[in-house]
C-alpha cells in the first residue's frame, strides 16, 4: 500500500504544470488574437474639429472640403495678360483696372468688387474702348498686309495656319492691330469666340508661351456662359496692357529671349 501511495503523489506535480502550461498557451493565443483588431499608427491627422486621429487619411493631402486652387472664381474677377515664368518681370501679382478710363489702360481705384453680369446686355464690350494707335514703324502696306492676314486666320484652314506663322514672323508690327481687332469682337457670339481664342494663342506663341491671359475656350456652337463671355472681353484689357509694355521690337524680343533662358 506504501508503494502505491507514493505513485499517486509522484503524478501531482506533473498535472499541475500541465495545466499551467495549458493556460499559458491560451493567454498567449488570447493576445495575439486581440491584438490583430488594433489597427498599425498611420500618423496623425488634424480631423475638422481639430483632434488628431490616426489612419490612411495622413497620406491623402486632397481630403474632402479642400478648396479650389483656382483662382480665378470670383464674381469680380478680370483677366491679366502675365508671366508665367519667374524669369520674366513680375506681372502676375500686378492688379486689373477696375475700371476703363480714355484708354482703358489707368487703374482705378474700386472700393467694392464688381458683380459678374446676369445678363448678355450686361457682358463687358471692348469696343468702348478706344483703338490702339499702329506705330508709325509699321509701313501703309504692312499694315494692308496685317488686316488681310487676320481675315484669312478667321477663314481657318491651311491658309488660316499659313497666315498666323506670317502674323507672329512680323513680331511686335502686328500686335496693336490683333488687338484692335480684338476689340471689334462680340464675346457672346460663338463665331467670334473662336476666332478670339485663336488669336489669343497666337498673341501668346508671339511671346514663346510666356505672357498668357488665360482665355477661356468655348464648344463651338455651343451657347457661352454669360460670365465667360465677360471674362473673356476683358482679356482685350490685358492684351492692352500686353502692348503698352512689349509692344516694340526691343521689348518683345528681351521678353522671348528672357523665356530661351
Do not use: H
Not at 115 to 143: G, R, Y
Not at 184 to 210: K, P
Not at 247 to 256: F, K, S
Amino acid at each position: 500500500s506504501r508503494g502505491k501511495s507514493s505513485k499517486k503523489s509522484s503524478n501531482t506535480p506533473v498535472l499541475v504544470g500541465s495545466v499551467i502550461g495549458l493556460l499559458a498557451v491560451v493567454a498567449v493565443v488570447l493576445v495575439f488574437v486581440m491584438g490583430d483588431d488594433k489597427p498599425a499608427d498611420q500618423g496623425p491627422v488634424a480631423a475638422a474639429n481639430g483632434d488628431e486621429v490616426s489612419g490612411p487619411a495622413a497620406a491623402d493631402p486632397a481630403a474632402p472640403g479642400t478648396p479650389d486652387p483656382d483662382p480665378a472664381t470670383s464674381a469680380g474677377e478680370e483677366p491679366i495678360a502675365s508671366p508665367t515664368e519667374a524669369t520674366t518681370e513680375p506681372e502676375a501679382g500686378e492688379p486689373a483696372p477696375a475700371a476703363a478710363t480714355e484708354t482703358g489702360d489707368t487703374p482705378k481705384a474700386s472700393a467694392e468688387p464688381k458683380e459678374a453680369p446676369a445678363e448678355e446686355s450686361e457682358v463687358f464690350d471692348p469696343k468702348t474702348l478706344d483703338p490702339l494707335p499702329i506705330p508709325e514703324w509699321v509701313s501703309e502696306e504692312e499694315q494692308t498686309q496685317i488686316a488681310d492676314y487676320l481675315t484669312t486666320v478667321r477663314d481657318g484652314g491651311l491658309r488660316g495656319s499659313r497666315a498666323k506663322a506670317k502674323l507672329e514672323a512680323l513680331g511686335a508690327k502686328s500686335i496693336a492691330p490683333i488687338v484692335n481687332q480684338l476689340r471689334e469682337l462680340d464675346y457672346t457670339d460663338s463665331d467670334d469666340s473662336m476666332f478670339a481664342y485663336e488669336l489669343n494663342q497666337l498673341l501668346r506663341q508671339m511671346a514663346a508661351g510666356v505672357v498668357n491671359a488665360g482665355f477661356r475656350v468655348q464648344e463651338y456652337g455651343a451657347e457661352i456662359p454669360i460670365k465667360d463671355a465677360n471674362f473673356n472681353a476683358k482679356t482685350v484689357k490685358a492684351w492692352r496692357r500686353f502692348n503698352e509694355k512689349y509692344g516694340t521690337p526691343e521689348a518683345l524680343a528681351d521678353l522671348v529671349k528672357k523665356r530661351s533662358k
